[in-house]
């Protein structure tokens, strides 16, 4: 638990009385990340006579949604000044074909990032699982491969790509100011893309980590104890703000869409955190929209500029003050 001193320094504790949570807004880190990347990028195309990272986002069929990350994607590349290339499969592409396309993208030196958008939207059964693990371990910015999930699981951060949502998490953790290191961590969730990685993440930068998952009893006992909570269960407001131990630093991630009437479209976005009720007892929270969401995508662009320097440091021998971050 936190010491009473410690409580009173805690964002949220004036003496006695309680104040909301501060809120970590992703849309501003996320900025910030972008405004960053953009000069790095400015300052490698001018060593390197217009040289550019480049990503590729390879998609099967149409999907909707898809669609619409795609070009959230598109447009935070284009605004950083990375390449970046929509490369569309039909829905009666076939996995040979998916992984002919992988192969092809893999082996074209031009290309420093690749991602596949899933889920895949293809009238035949294709294997996810066997599609990204065919991305080039140094290409796969999602970092979702075997071979970058267990470098991270053995902590062996510097020679990977990190999942872009947990990614995304930790910095939002950082901005807090609080030091991880020491902290009882808990997450929600064991999925390849938000859970799993998660817990290595804060496990490597040394907290003490509990996984939760739907097998899980008693699940706001385990969460009475964090000092830091990533959610990322998919479950509308689950989390309720009387689990929480006061004064810890709530990220969720959820994204879950529930019925209201007042809303054009007749729905709003909300998280797996119960909101109103977690930010009169977190000291640090995410808001959703506008806490996870917008940093996945920062995190995916830091992955690419973080390949292109791998690939520049490999070919052309080069040094610089980023080297440190690559
Ligand atoms: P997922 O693959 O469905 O995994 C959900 C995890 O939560 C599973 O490990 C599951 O346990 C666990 N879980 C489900 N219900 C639970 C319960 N009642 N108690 C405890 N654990 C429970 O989902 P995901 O892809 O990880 O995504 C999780 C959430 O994050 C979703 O809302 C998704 O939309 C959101 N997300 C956001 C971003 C972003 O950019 N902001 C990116 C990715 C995902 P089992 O393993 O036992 O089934």
């Not at 009437?261 to 007749?266: A, C, L, R, S, Y």
């Not at 709003?268 to 009169?280: E, I, K």
Request: charged share 20%; glycine share 8%; hydrophobic share 40%.
């Amino acid at each position: 638990m936190w010491s009473s001193l410690a409580l009173r320094h805690c964002p949220g504790f004036h003496g006695s009385r309680r104040f909301l949570a501060t809120v970590i807004s992703g849309t501003k880190t996320s900025r910030l990340v972008k405004d960053r990347l953009k000069v790095e990028v400015e300052k490698i195309s001018s060593e390197f006579s217009g040289f550019r990272p480049s990503l590729v986002v390879l998609q099967v069929g149409q999907r909707d949604d898809s669609n619409l990350y795609i070009s959230t994607k598109l447009k935070a590349a284009a605004e950083i000044g990375i390449e970046a290339k929509h490369l569309r499969l039909p829905q009666t592409a076939t996995q040979e074909e998916v992984l002919e396309c992988v192969m092809s993208v893999n082996n074209d030196e031009s290309v420093h990032g690749l991602i596949v958008q899933l889920p895949l939207d293809s009238a035949h059964f294709i294997d996810a699982e066997v599609i990204t693990n065919a991305v080039s371990p140094e290409k796969d910015v999602d970092g979702l491969s075997c071979v970058n999930a267990g470098r991270l699981s053995r902590g062996n951060m510097n020679n990977c790509f990190i999942p872009c949502t947990p990614n995304g998490c930790m910095e939002l953790i950082k901005q807090t100011g609080v030091s991880v290191e020491g902290k009882h961590a808990v997450v929600i969730g064991r999925s390849k893309i938000v859970g799993a990685p998660m817990h290595d993440l804060l496990l490597w930068n040394h907290a003490t980590v509990t996984c939760c998952h739907s097998k899980t009893p008693d699940l706001p006992e385990q969460v009475s104890r964090a000092d830091i909570l990533v959610v990322g269960a998919g479950r509308a407001e689950m989390v309720l703000g009387d689990w929480l131990k006061e004064g810890a630093i709530v990220i969720d991630c959820g994204i879950n869409h529930v019925p209201d009437d007042t809303k054009v479209g007749g729905k709003r976005v909300v998280g797996d955190v119960h909101y109103s009720s977690a930010n009169q007892r977190a000291g640090f929270i995410t808001p959703v929209p506008g806490g996870v969401g917008p940093m996945t995508v920062s995190m995916l662009m830091e992955n690419t500029v973080r390949s292109a320097q791998r690939f520049l440091l490999k070919t052309h021998s080069w040094t610089t003050d980023t080297v440190d971050r690559c």
